[in-house]
């Protein structure tokens, strides 16, 4: 009877919950540019996502969520997805190290990355079933493209106090991945470099899912040394507010 069921309204009719049946729930958010291939399931996301070049269709906040419920021991009530960040969050900042004069200034001009996996497909859960996010199937590093290009017409100033941000201050969303030692690279351009481009290598580190990378490009007359800062991503990156109609 319907007061051992939970219903629900699906393709114009009625349904009903068996308490003995697990049901499985995915979300992709947001929906609406997510690229899912075509071997998705309820229980199982397959997706693919591309950024970082020019054309790219990806930068965005990719978050996924994956439950299971069983009415006879968990009951019937709402089902509560818990979303999680698919991608890695990178900002760069610049400025002179504090070994240099503090009335030196310049301005910086452009900025890319280079030798960095920029395209790959998401499985969740991942390959071994537990519920965690796997990157595989990757299109390997790209060793030929300016990846995550930005410039400023003007230029954005910085002192040995005062940081110079590239992309307007705000993350970029990359591919979870490992990256070796001497690998990947931040090459840029200043206003007293002009067109001489500048470079330093990323620390050998892996970009795990759901954390934030910060990094700081400390210049001196004579070395660039890049450090980061790793912290936890809490907060949703969204242009949408998500609504319950």
Known sequence: TEAYYWRYYTNGTWEYWKPMSTYKFRAVYPGDKANLESGSTSSRVMLDYKTGVTGAPDNYDLTVAYTERTPVTEGYGAVPLTFNHALAAVSVKVRYNDAVSSTA???????????????????????DRSKTIDWSNNQGINYTDKLYSWSDTDG??????????????????????????????????????????????????????????????????????????????????????????
């Open 105 to 127: 200034s310049d301005k910086l001009m452009a900025l890319y990355f280079r030798n960095l996996i920029q395209s790959a497909t998401l499985f969740f859960p991942s390959s």
């Open 156 to 245: 954005i100033s910085f002192t040995n106090s005062t940081l110079a941000s590239a992309f307007g201050g705000k993350y970029i969303f990359v591919i979870p991945q490992t990256i070796g030692s001497k690998q990947a690279a931040i090459y840029f351009q200043t206003q007293e470099s002009g067109t001489i481009v500048n470079l330093g290598y990323l620390p050998a580190i892996t970009w795990e899912p759901g954390k934030i990378y910060d990094y700081t490009l400390l210049i001196s007359a004579s070395s660039i040394e890049v450090v980061v800062t790793i912290k936890t991503w809490t907060k949703f990156e969204s242009e949408n507010d998500i609504t319950i109609s």
